[in-house]
């Protein structure tokens, strides 16, 4: 079993940056994600790295994101630069997700409880 706690979400002035965190406790996953929904859509995934370090990117953050883990501390960082109002989301971790990225309503895998960004 694994849990999964984000932090770092706030208000944030369009252009700013931001770094979500989500610290994983339980077993160990293959891939970690960030994903994001904004209300009546569907999630959105962002990023994911997988246990080589291989990551993937949506086409939407592609340049202005960056995933990464601090495998010392079992923590998922998103760094989130250049952000835009469009951003404005409920931001979820996850371990060993269906997907990575496009938008899906699969919640396979284990999920955190989100933090909100909202970018005005």
């Known amino acids: 079993h694994v849990q999964l706690v984000e932090s770092g979400g706030g208000s944030v002035e369009a252009g700013g940056s931001r770094t979500l965190s989500c610290a994983a406790t339980?077993?160990?996953?293959?891939?970690m994600g960030w994903f994001r929904q904004a209300p009546g859509r569907v999630r959105e995934g962002l990023a994911c790295?997988?246990?080589?370090?291989?990551?993937t990117y949506a086409n939407s953050v592609k340049g202005r994101f960056t995933i990464s883990t601090d495998n010392a501390k079992n923590t998922l960082y998103l760094k989130m630069n250049s952000l835009k109002p469009e951003d404005t989301a409920m931001y979820y971790c996850a371990a060993d997700p269906s997907y990575c990225v496009g938008y899906s309503e699969d919640l396979l895998g284990y999920w955190g409880q989100g933090t909100q960004v909202t970018v005005s």
């Open positions: 790295i997988e246990n080589d370090d291989k990551t």
């Open positions: 339980g077993k160990g996953s293959s891939r």
